[in-house]
């Protein structure tokens, strides 16, 4: 099993930034560069979770074109840790961030953060 725990967040104004963090443990198998796609949703109060950053193997990345040029995913392998650096905030990016890390073998498993939240004031 693995576990995914976030750190980060908390409350900002528009305009500013913050870095979430998602370090993974229990039973990662070799580089998570090449077994695991990684992902960062977001949930906001009343909507659906909705997708807003990836990256997989080979360094693809991809953005929620509402964030693109404002938020960044990034990796750190031998820290088994998935950031989401976010800069000039709206306070419609306000919700609960959550990071996924999906399996690429064996039975393609989702595993999932407990959230973070971030809060946006105008």
């Known amino acids: 099993q693995v576990q995914l725990v976030q750190s980060g967040g908390g409350l900002v104004r528009a305009g500013e930034s913050l870095r979430v963090s998602c370090v993974a443990a229990?039973?990662?198998?070799?580089?998570?560069?090449?077994?695991?796609?990684m992902r960062w949703y977001r949930q906001a109060p009343g909507k659906q979770r909705e997708f807003v950053a990836a990256?997989?193997?080979?360094?693809?990345?991809n953005y929620q074109p509402s964030i693109e040029g404002r938020f960044t995913i990034s990796r750190d392998n031998a820290k088994k840790t998935l950031y989401l650096e976010m800069n000039n905030l709206k306070p419609e990016d306000t919700a609960l961030y959550y990071c996924n890390f999906h399996e690429l073998f064996a039975d393609y498993k989702d595993y999932w953060g407990q959230g973070t939240q971030v809060t946006v004031s105008s």
């Open positions: 990256i997989i193997t080979g360094g693809s990345f």
């Open positions: 229990g039973n990662i198998v070799g580089n998570i560069a090449n077994n695991y796609a």
